[in-house]
């Protein structure tokens, strides 16, 4: 521990420290453009110039360590006037077209002009021409003129990725950031440049011109498209209601988790996003003549219990049938657990996910469906759903999500479904499967409701709702939870769960693993 | 019978109100056409709309988009204006404009000119002078709230 001063604020810090990192510790900001808590300090970009006591010079503070009794000075005039210095020469080539610029609004250059430079040009030349739409990889275009040289792009792909596509041309005023030999950048963490940049030179075309970053609204969440289970900013409007445009995600950032995904997101999960506003289902259909009246949930909970009692009664509960997937959370794959096998000794639980696909050796898991594990330890054996898994007598389907289509044929599915009396369907898009179900309820997905998912390494992470559910739809926990009060062998039981965070205390309470991982 | 007579005495208020408006108008009147100067002036009244009186100016009437020499909108969908509108009446979509110098155009362009209470921070807001209040326009009503609903194609002149 060496003991500093900053500001004249006493600070103690880890020996090796930078002046930088332990500023931030501090609660003081440093501005600073081409330092990543990713990376190694590079110095490239000299805007953390700042003041030490005794140095004759301004010294960088992203590549200084801190030394014992160190006095530094983070506001001072020499700064100041230093720091409106560096951002005149990085604005001397800077073509400040922020009105067509997709960064603006999360830019740090246009910040920092903001906080320190408001001054005006001296520079009488006009600015040099370069290549202003450079599409560099998948979905990323790099603006030649817009960019400060500050390498992380490079560093990324060197040090994190380790492809190697992009690199530094040329030298002085003529450098600039290119690809080999017209090889764009395709690697599935490309999108991840476009987030580091800390200005508009390299830009996502995915989100080009589609909005301005100002107008989103920022919501945490995890991403369920694989197990890993990355640390995601959902970037939403809620739509403009009175020219008819709806709410819509118009991006997908990567949030820092250092447990589980560091500052990255793989493509996947960046760009995977159409599916929470594109086909989803907002009202129960009903396919079965007998019911004549647009049912709420209350009527249908109703109708299902009586079903399941009737079956309790009669001593059939073996012909109930149920179907999941591991797109359920830890809450809703606790309360089916309790609901289904412990009241009622259900032995026909059948699981059907999206299928296993190639993983990456970085953060992508071949697991293409996010709570895998938390079944399991929930224990579930987790027997495949196959058309023999339909093929004993059933008088009761109760199925979860719309994967059951990817792993058995539609012309085997509609057979077995046949023979089957009642049908009900718990799904959140419009599907082909939909129309074989006498019953379809709309649920809420990850996003939109609150639990906790148990990522392939047996961490669990709670999530919070970040929008509303479409319509109808309702978080399963919800329903569950209220299938099992009604249910009635148990309901006080079942009474207590209003949230997924009592029902999150229940599961520690029970199942040994989750009070272990806590 | 005490109200009837408060109706009545106002009756008598208002046409003394009128009355001394038409005389002290009319005297001023006569001054001026027997060649006495006077400070102050007989009323005249405007025969709107078939006589218009010319609009100060910085009065700010219906906006209009600026066109650049091809005839192209100068916006550049920066979306400033959106931003900056208190009452959320314009609404922006950009499109990718194949000149490399422009990059974005908007593809859509609407004011609700029935939710505007004609701030014009709009005006102050755009960075490329595209938009501006100056068409001196003040009478556009319609039948229906579509009617002030206007796009691209009429704000571009
Ligand atoms: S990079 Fe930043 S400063 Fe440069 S044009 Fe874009 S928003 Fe403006
Ligand atoms: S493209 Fe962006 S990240 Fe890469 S050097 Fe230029 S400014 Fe830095
Ligand atoms: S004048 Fe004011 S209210 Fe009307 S469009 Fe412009 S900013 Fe909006
Ligand atoms: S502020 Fe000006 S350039 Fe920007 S969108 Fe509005 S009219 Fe177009
Ligand atoms: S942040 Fe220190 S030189 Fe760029």
Same mark, same amino acid.
């Given at each position: 521990?060496?003991?500093?001063?900053?500001?004249?604020?006493?600070?103690?810090?880890?020996?090796?420290?930078?002046?930088?990192?332990?500023?931030?510790?501090?609660?003081?900001? %440093?501005?600073?453009?081409?330092?990543?808590?990713?990376?190694?300090?590079?110095?490239?970009?000299?805007?953390?110039?700042?003041?030490?006591?005794?140095?004759?010079?301004?010294?960088?503070?992203?590549?200084?360590?801190?030394?014992?009794?160190?006095?530094?000075?983070?506001?001072?005039?020499?700064?100041?006037?230093?720091?409106?210095? =560096?951002?005149?020469?990085?604005?001397?080539?800077?073509?400040?077209?922020?009105?067509?610029?997709?960064?603006?609004?999360?830019?740090?250059?246009?910040?920092?002009?903001?906080?320190?430079?408001?001054?005006?040009?001296?520079?009488?030349?006009?600015?040099?021409?370069?290549?202003?739409?450079?599409? %560099?990889?998948?979905?990323?275009?790099?603006?030649?003129?817009?960019?400060?040289?500050?390498?992380?792009?490079?560093?990324?792909?060197?040090?994190?990725?380790?492809?190697?596509?992009?690199?530094?041309?040329?030298?002085?005023?003529?450098?600039?950031?290119?690809?080999?030999?017209?090889?764009? =950048?395709?690697?599935?963490?490309?999108?991840?440049?476009?987030?580091?940049?800390? =200005?508009?030179?390299?830009?996502?075309?995915?989100?080009?011109?589609?909005?301005?970053?100002?107008?989103?609204?920022?919501?945490?969440?995890?991403?369920?498209?694989?197990? &890993?289970?990355?640390?995601?900013?959902?970037?939403?409007?809620?739509?403009?209601?009175?020219?008819?445009?709806?709410?819509?995600?118009?991006?997908?950032?990567?949030?820092?988790?250092?447990?589980?995904?560091?500052?990255?997101?793989?493509?996947?999960?960046?760009?995977?996003?159409?599916?929470?506003?594109?086909?989803? #289902?907002?009202?129960?259909?009903?396919?079965?003549?007998?019911?004549?009246?647009?049912?709420?949930?209350?009527?249908?909970?109703?109708?299902?219990?009586?079903?399941?009692?009737?079956?309790?009664?009669?001593?059939?509960?073996?012909?109930?049938?149920? %179907?999941?997937?591991?797109?359920?959370?830890?809450?809703?794959?606790?309360?089916?657990?309790?609901?289904?096998?412990?009241?009622?000794?259900?032995?026909?639980?059948?699981?059907?996910?999206?299928?296993?696909?190639?993983?990456?050796?970085?953060?992508?898991?071949?697991?293409?469906?996010?709570?895998?594990?938390?079944?399991?330890?929930?224990?579930?054996?987790?027997?495949?759903?196959?058309?023999?898994?339909?093929?004993?007598?059933?008088?009761?389907?109760?199925?979860?999500?719309?994967?059951?289509?990817?792993?058995?044929?539609?012309?085997?599915?509609?057979?077995?479904?046949?023979?089957?009396?009642?049908?009900?369907?718990?799904?959140?898009?419009?599907?082909?499967?939909?129309?074989?179900?006498?019953?379809?309820?709309?649920?809420?997905?990850?996003?939109?409701?609150?639990?906790?998912?148990?990522?392939?390494?047996?961490?669990?992470?709670?999530?919070?709702?970040?929008?509303?559910?479409?319509?109808?739809?309702?978080?399963?926990?919800?329903? #569950?939870?209220?299938?099992? &009060?009604?249910?009635?062998?148990?309901?006080?039981?079942?009474?207590?769960?209003?949230?997924?965070?009592?029902?999150?205390?229940?599961?520690?309470?029970?199942?040994?693993?989750?009070?272990?991982?806590? | 019978?005490?109200?009837?007579?408060?109706?009545? @005495?106002?009756?008598?208020?208002?046409?003394?109100?009128?009355?001394?408006?038409?005389?002290?108008?009319?005297?001023?009147?006569?001054?001026?056409?027997?060649?006495?100067?006077?400070?102050?002036?007989?009323?005249?009244?405007?025969?709107?709309?078939?006589?218009?009186?010319?609009?100060?100016?910085?009065?700010?009437?219906?906006?209009?988009?600026?066109?650049?020499?091809?005839?192209?909108?100068?916006?550049?969908?920066?979306?400033?204006?959106?931003?900056?509108?208190?009452?959320?009446?314009?609404?922006?979509?950009?499109?990718?404009?194949?000149?490399?110098?422009?990059?974005?155009?908007?593809?859509?362009?609407?004011?609700?000119?029935?939710?505007?209470?004609?701030?014009?921070?709009?005006?102050?807001?755009?960075?490329?002078?595209?938009?501006?209040?100056?068409?001196?326009? @003040?009478?556009?009503?319609?039948?229906?709230?579509?009617?002030?609903?206007?796009?691209?194609?009429?704000?571009?002149?």
């Amino acid at each position: 521990m060496v003991k500093i001063h900053i500001d004249k604020k006493p600070i103690d810090v880890e020996e090796g420290t930078t002046v930088l990192k332990a500023a931030e510790t501090a609660g003081i900001s %440093i501005p600073h453009l081409c330092y990543h808590d990713a990376f190694p300090p590079e110095g490239s970009c000299r805007m953390c110039l700042v003041e030490i006591e005794g140095l004759p010079k301004l010294e960088l503070a992203c590549s200084t360590q801190v030394r014992d009794g160190m006095k530094v000075f983070t506001k001072s005039e020499k700064v100041v006037e230093a720091r409106k210095g =560096v951002l005149e020469f990085l604005l001397a080539e800077h073509p400040l077209d922020c009105p067509i610029c997709d960064k603006a609004g999360d830019c740090k250059l246009q910040d920092y002009y903001d906080e320190y430079g408001l001054f005006e040009s001296q520079f009488r030349e006009s600015k040099e021409k370069r290549e202003k739409k450079d599409k %560099i990889g998948k979905s990323l275009i790099h603006d030649e003129e817009r960019c400060i040289l500050c390498r992380r792009c490079v560093r990324f792909l060197r040090e994190i990725t380790e492809t190697q596509e992009l690199g530094v041309f040329e030298r002085g005023i003529h450098s600039r950031v290119n690809i080999y030999d017209l090889t764009p =950048v395709d690697n599935n963490y490309s999108g991840n440049l476009a987030q580091i940049c800390p =200005v508009g030179a390299i830009t996502d075309e995915d989100f080009r011109f589609k909005t301005r970053s100002w107008f989103l609204k920022k919501g945490e969440s995890i991403c369920p498209l694989c197990s &890993r289970g990355c640390s995601i900013t959902i970037e939403y409007h809620p739509g403009f209601s009175h020219f008819g445009v709806p709410s819509r995600v118009y991006r997908i950032q990567s949030r820092e988790n250092q447990e589980v995904n560091g500052f990255w997101i793989c493509d996947m999960g960046r760009y995977g996003y159409s599916y929470l506003s594109e086909n989803r #289902l907002d009202k129960i259909v009903i396919n079965n003549k007998e019911w004549n009246i647009q049912p709420t949930w209350e009527d249908v909970s109703y109708f299902i219990n009586q079903q399941l009692k009737k079956l309790d009664e009669g001593k059939k509960t073996s012909q109930t049938v149920l %179907i999941l997937n591991t797109w359920l959370s830890n809450e809703e794959l606790f309360l089916i657990h309790k609901i289904f096998k412990n009241d009622q000794n259900l032995e026909r639980i059948f699981f059907a996910d999206r299928p296993q696909a190639e993983k990456d050796d970085f953060l992508l898991t071949a697991e293409r469906t996010p709570n895998k594990k938390g079944a399991l330890e929930m224990g579930f054996d987790m027997k495949p759903a196959n058309p023999g898994a339909l093929s004993d007598k059933t008088d009761l389907l109760l199925a979860f999500g719309s994967f059951l289509a990817e792993q058995i044929s539609a012309a085997d599915l509609k057979k077995a479904l046949e023979k089957i009396e009642t049908k009900v369907l718990f799904t959140s898009h419009e599907n082909e499967l939909n129309s074989l179900f006498d019953i379809v309820l709309p649920t809420a997905l990850i996003p939109e409701k609150g639990g906790s998912l148990t990522n392939i390494d047996g961490k669990i992470q709670k999530f919070s709702p970040v929008f509303e559910p479409p319509g109808d739809s309702l978080p399963e926990w919800m329903m #569950l939870a209220d299938l099992g &009060r009604k249910f009635g062998i148990n309901s006080s039981f079942y009474g207590e769960f209003k949230t997924p965070e009592t029902i999150a205390k229940e599961i520690e309470n029970e199942v040994p693993f989750f009070r272990e991982q806590k | 019978m005490i109200k009837a007579l408060g109706y009545f @005495i106002e009756i008598i208020r208002g046409i003394v109100i009128t009355s001394r408006h038409f005389f002290v108008n009319m005297f001023f009147h006569i001054l001026k056409v027997l060649g006495i100067k006077t400070k102050r002036k007989g009323a005249v009244t405007i025969q709107y709309p078939e006589q218009k009186k010319e609009i100060a100016a910085r009065h700010r009437s219906l906006h209009r988009l600026m066109a650049r020499e091809d005839g192209k909108p100068r916006c550049v969908a920066c979306m400033l204006c959106v931003t900056v509108c208190p009452s959320e009446c314009i609404y922006v979509e950009a499109a990718e404009d194949p000149d490399l110098e422009m990059q974005k155009y908007p593809s859509k362009f609407i004011i609700d000119i029935g939710r505007c209470c004609f701030c014009g921070f709009c005006v102050e807001a755009c960075p490329e002078d595209a938009i501006r209040m100056d068409s001196g326009e @003040i009478d556009f009503a319609g039948y229906t709230r579509d009617d002030l609903v206007y796009d691209l194609d009429k704000l571009l002149r």
